[in-house]
């Protein structure tokens, strides 16, 4: 056979091959573990990949495919699976010390589904430690490069997925947004990233970092393929009480009888996100070029107001933290995943968290705790719950005047490694533009859009719509990417 040609090939691409006996599963997949084994030493996407256990279930997948009882059109295409969304038998680090030595028994409700239909999870992508960064560089193992220019960042957290993605390891990933970790690093790496509705797609087997804002996302090289994987995973769920009961699915069908026009379409512009909001004249450049791109494809243009958006990256650094302080004080060590001994149970504990914790983890922990304290919960934690409140009013006012809503997704491109580690306020104001989406609980998505004419770097545009108006989010960016 000859040699596979993998670099940004769509899983719908892959699947009309699979089914026109092109290749086979047990082909494609060794043909991308090859890839991994020759290019990811530089780009350091995956903290582990088991070829072996890929292939046996490539194989499976032939193998139905051969009697003609495919699980789907995708059986045995491979998903890579970001390190703090739990798979049967594989370990589940969160890029941590503290979780290195920890498998998983069980399948997340999102990998689970992706097995029932035929996707295969491919290796633990690299993260920031606990989902808690913007660049990637708060892994405990390594930093994983932009492949677009290895001297910067992918972006965080999902820094592993969009590598793996951009990079070709695999024709999609899937990744976990609390405060812009998918669109951000998608943008970063010119790539797709969605975030769905909160609780449109389960969190059971997603290692909380904060429960009320967390979601599993996917991560890929268009509209139709984010809409495939969407239809494969969203949907209510028993075991996670916060997941929605409203019919999901129908997604890449939507994408598939997209008009091509944006006719009729409302599309506001906030002007916060606009006005003083210290975006890299790129970035600006870009953006501007992607509403023109926008009107003419018929869409009307409102501005739009989200008044407290000046807020969103204080209350989400109160609210986050505060669920992290929570969510972080299981792991001790003492049920599960690398104890220190200590002279006794205190210092064990001390010991512990003190060496299996890096610094960024820490300091969250830190802010939750203080701002949960006594004297001080009214003042930080219940202030900012009452100003999420109105963030989340701000969109659904917005959300009268238009259908969907245009932004940058990040005021500059990728940064240079250690260009914003010493300083962790510049580091926060990385997700200055995604932070509000996951406080309002809306979906969004981050759209390839160009490259900064002075970097070459990629840049992203930024598309939100209202709770549950997925499909429609993805039709805009099927025809804007055309």
């Given at each position: ?45 995956f ?23 495919p ?7 491979p ?7 739990v ?36 290796g ?11 660049s ?24 592993g997925s ?7 390891f ?18 970063f790496?010119g ?12 969190r ?6 904060a429960?009320?804002l ?20 969203a ?17 890449a ?21 606009f ?6 004249s ?11 791109k926008?009107?003419s494809?018929?869409a ?10 000046r ?70 934690y ?9 963030i989340r ?16 997704v990040t ?8 260009e ?42 930024q598309?939100?719509a ?14 804007f990417?055309r």
């Amino acid at each position: 056979m000859a040699e596979l040609n993998l670099v940004n090939r769509p899983i719908h691409e892959l699947a009309a091959g699979l089914a026109a006996k092109e290749f086979s599963a047990a082909e494609l997949v060794a043909a991308y573990a090859d890839r991994v084994a020759a290019k990811d030493g530089e780009i350091k996407a995956f903290l582990k990949l088991d070829r072996e256990q890929a292939l046996k279930a490539a194989e499976a997948a032939d193998a139905r495919r051969t009697a003609g009882k495919p699980l789907s059109d995708y059986d045995g295409i491979p998903v890579g699976i970001k390190d703090c969304i739990v798979a049967e038998g594989e370990t589940c680090s969160c890029a941590s010390k503290i979780l290195a030595p920890v498998k998983s028994p069980y399948d997340s409700t999102a990998v689970a589904r992706l097995r029932a239909q035929g996707f295969i999870p491919f290796g633990r992508l690299n993260m920031d430690e606990f989902a808690m960064g913007s660049s990637c560089e708060n892994s405990a193992f390594q930093k994983t490069a932009n492949p677009c220019d290895v001297s910067r960042v992918p972006g965080g957290s999902s820094g592993g997925s969009a590598a793996c993605v951009a990079a070709s390891f695999a024709p999609a990933a899937l990744g976990s947004d609390t405060g812009g970790s998918i669109r951000q690093p998608a943008a970063f790496c010119g790539i797709v990233g969605l975030k769905p509705t909160y609780g449109r797609v389960s969190r059971y087997g997603l290692v909380a970092f904060a429960s009320s804002l967390d979601q599993i996302g996917p991560m890929t090289h268009d509209a139709l393929d984010a809409g495939i994987l969407l239809d494969a995973i969203a949907g209510g769920d028993p075991m996670d009480s916060t997941s929605l009961p409203n019919p999901a699915g129908g997604f890449a069908d939507a994408v598939r009888n997209t008009s091509g026009s944006l006719k009729g379409m409302k599309i506001g512009l906030p002007k916060e996100y606009f006005t003083g909001s210290g975006l890299a004249s790129g970035v600006e450049t870009i953006t501007q070029q992607a509403i023109e791109k926008v009107r003419s494809l018929g869409a009307e243009l409102v501005e739009v107001s989200l008044p407290h958006t000046r807020y969103a990256v204080a209350v989400y650094y109160i609210i986050a933290t505060a669920e992290a302080s929570a969510n972080l004080a299981r792991f001790d060590g003492i049920r599960y995943g690398d104890r220190k001994e200590g002279r006794d149970l205190v210092d064990t504990y001390f010991k512990t968290r003190g060496e299996g914790f890096g610094d960024e983890v820490k300091r969250r922990i830190l802010l939750g705790t203080y701002v949960l304290s006594s004297g001080y919960y009214d003042a930080y934690y219940l202030r900012a719950q009452k100003v999420r409140t109105l963030i989340r009013r701000d969109f659904e006012e917005a959300y009268r005047q238009c259908d969907l809503m245009l932004t940058p997704v990040t005021p500059t491109v990728a940064f240079k490694f250690g260009e914003k580690t010493s300083d962790p306020l510049q580091m926060y104001l990385s997700d200055i533009f995604t932070i509000a989406l996951n406080l309002s609980g809306n979906c969004g998505i981050s759209v390839p859009a160009g490259r900064d004419p002075e970097t070459g770097m990629p840049v992203g545009v930024q598309f939100l719509a209202p709770a549950l108006a997925e499909a429609r989010l993805l039709q805009v960016t099927d025809t804007f990417m055309r």
